[in-house]
């Protein structure tokens, strides 16, 4: 463990211990999401996958921020391996979302000396997750924002951090031992109002009550999915429709689950695109 992550966890127990908590209103298990777009039925399957992942050395990002996102300018934004154009795309992102939010990245705070005309980026929804590219930066426009979101998963905890201070804390339901949440360096990528406009300015979707009031999905693959419902086995933040009894469990497909009064304060960031989100074990 390095000495950010001991100093995120005991941070964590400080905190927990202090009773800075929000109202947990309700609880909830879900399976990792599957939206089938803006304005059409969401569809949760179940699924025995029980694939298992190699451990990994787990990116930490400095406390305080500020950090930086880089949001696409063109239609086709290319990632590269390299900073240059010679070798082939890792990815290539459309302008938009699958579910119509502008294209955002979370910049890769661990490059120091960053090369002339690049943006170093984490490549959202890839595998292995935490694999990092770059960008020309004349393709992106680059901002930044002061919160970040610390989830930890055998507290049970989602911490929001504005400049590195705690602005709230939750317990959350995280991903069954079959299907576990995954670790690592993330990022805000497609925030989804559910069945009602919640947070106006993003999509609407006819979501199952299981996603509770909003749901705002990571740059995140599951670890051991390779698909879900015919599509990518993305991991989502959002709400729950279930008892806060339920919360404090490992119940999902990977997803993280919190009460819909927390969530739907998350949607309300700004900028939300692009907040980091740093989920260790």
Same mark, same amino acid.
């Given at each position: 463990?390095?000495?950010?992550?001991? !100093? !995120?966890?005991?941070?964590? !127990?400080?905190?927990?211990?202090?009773?800075?908590?929000?109202?947990?209103?309700t609880?909830?298990?879900?399976?990792?999401?599957?939206?089938?777009?803006?304005?059409?039925?969401?569809?949760?399957?179940?699924?025995?996958?029980?694939?298992?992942?190699?451990?990994?050395?787990?990116?930490?990002?400095?406390?305080?921020?500020?950090?930086?996102?880089?949001?696409?300018?063109?239609?086709?934004?290319?990632?590269?391996?390299?900073?240059?154009?010679a070798?082939?795309?890792?990815?290539?992102?459309?302008?938009?979302?699958?579910?119509?939010?502008?294209?955002?990245?979370?910049?890769?705070?661990?490059?120091?000396?960053? #090369?002339?005309?690049?943006?170093?980026?984490?490549?959202?929804?890839?595998?292995?997750?935490?694999?990092?590219?770059?960008?020309?930066?004349?393709?992106?426009?680059?901002?930044?924002?002061?919160?970040?979101?610390?989830i930890?998963?055998?507290?049970?905890t989602?911490?929001l951090?504005?400049?590195?201070?705690? #602005?709230?804390?939750?317990?959350?339901?995280?991903?069954?031992?079959?299907?576990?949440?995954?670790?690592?360096?993330?990022f805000?990528?497609?925030?989804?109002?559910?069945?009602?406009?919640?947070?106006?300015?993003?999509?609407?979707?006819?979501?199952?009550?299981?996603?509770?009031a909003?749901?705002?999905?990571?740059?995140?693959?599951?670890?051991?999915?390779?698909?879900?419902?015919?599509?990518?086995?993305?991991?989502?933040?959002?709400?729950?429709?279930?008892?806060?009894?339920?919360?404090?469990?490992?119940?999902?497909?990977?997803?993280?689950?919190?009460?819909?009064? #927390?969530?739907?304060?998350?949607?309300?960031?700004?900028?939300?695109?692009?907040?980091?989100?740093?989920?260790?074990?």
């Amino acid at each position: 463990m390095t000495a950010d992550e001991d !100093r !995120r966890r005991r941070r964590r !127990r400080r905190l927990i211990a202090a009773g800075t908590t929000v109202a947990l209103l309700t609880g909830g298990v879900v399976a990792a999401w599957a939206f089938s777009g803006p304005g059409r039925t969401t569809r949760v399957v179940a699924t025995t996958t029980t694939t298992t992942t190699a451990s990994r050395t787990l990116p930490t990002l400095p406390d305080n921020g500020p950090f930086t996102i880089a949001t696409t300018k063109v239609d086709q934004l290319k990632i590269y391996g390299q900073p240059s154009t010679a070798g082939s795309a890792i990815a290539t992102l459309p302008a938009k979302t699958s579910y119509g939010d502008v294209t955002t990245l979370l910049t890769d705070p661990h490059v120091p000396n960053p #090369v002339s005309g690049w943006v170093p980026v984490t490549v959202p929804l890839h595998k292995p997750n935490d694999t990092t590219g770059w960008v020309q930066a004349s393709d992106v426009t680059l901002s930044q924002t002061s919160y970040a979101i610390d989830i930890s998963l055998s507290q049970h905890t989602l911490v929001l951090l504005n400049a590195g201070q705690p #602005v709230l804390t939750t317990q959350i339901i995280i991903g069954a031992p079959k299907s576990p949440t995954p670790t690592g360096g993330f990022f805000l990528t497609d925030p989804i109002n559910c069945n009602t406009i919640s947070v106006p300015g993003y999509p609407l979707g006819q979501c199952s009550p299981v996603y509770g009031a909003f749901a705002i999905g990571t740059s995140g693959l599951s670890d051991v999915l390779n698909s879900f419902d015919g599509t990518i086995p993305q991991i989502a933040l959002h709400g729950t429709d279930l008892p806060a009894s339920q919360l404090g469990t490992d119940q999902s497909n990977g997803c993280v689950r919190m009460p819909n009064d #927390v969530i739907t304060l998350i949607a309300r960031l700004t900028p939300l695109l692009g907040t980091p989100v740093t989920i260790t074990p």
